[in-house]
């Protein structure tokens, strides 16, 4: 069982900068999949940016060039800096990692970007 913990959301007027934490319990040094997805309300859940073990990464198309996905393995810590913020990416941000046939999710952090 890993347990992630996000932080790092929080309030920011447009162009700003965020950057988004999640923190495992247990070892991701063998995760085959991190991602940092979000959900806007009345929206579904979205992916916003994966990071796999081979260090290959994947943007939503509305993210590159503005956001950056990273993971730091003796921190079990996966980021998501995120620049130029718009008043769209206002959303709850969750960190998934997926360990062999398992997945695991951390409870949100909420970033609202005020125009």
């Known amino acids: 069982q890993v347990q992630l913990v996000e932080s790092g959301g929080g309030l920011v007027q447009a162009g700003g900068s965020l950057r988004l934490s999640c923190v495992a319990s247990g070892s991701i040094f063998s995760a085959n999949f991190m991602g940092w997805y979000r959900q806007a309300p009345g929206k579904q859940r979205e992916l916003v940016a994966a990071i796999r073990s081979s260090g290959n990464t994947d943007y939503a198309d509305s993210m590159k060039g503005r956001f950056t996905i990273s993971r730091d393995n003796a921190k079990n810590t996966v980021y998501l800096q995120m620049n130029s913020l718009k008043p769209e990416d206002t959303a709850v941000y969750y960190c998934?990692?997926?360990?062999?046939?398992?997945?695991?999710w951390g409870q949100g952090t909420q970033v609202t970007v005020s125009s």
């Open positions: 998934k990692i997926v360990r062999g046939v398992s997945a695991f």
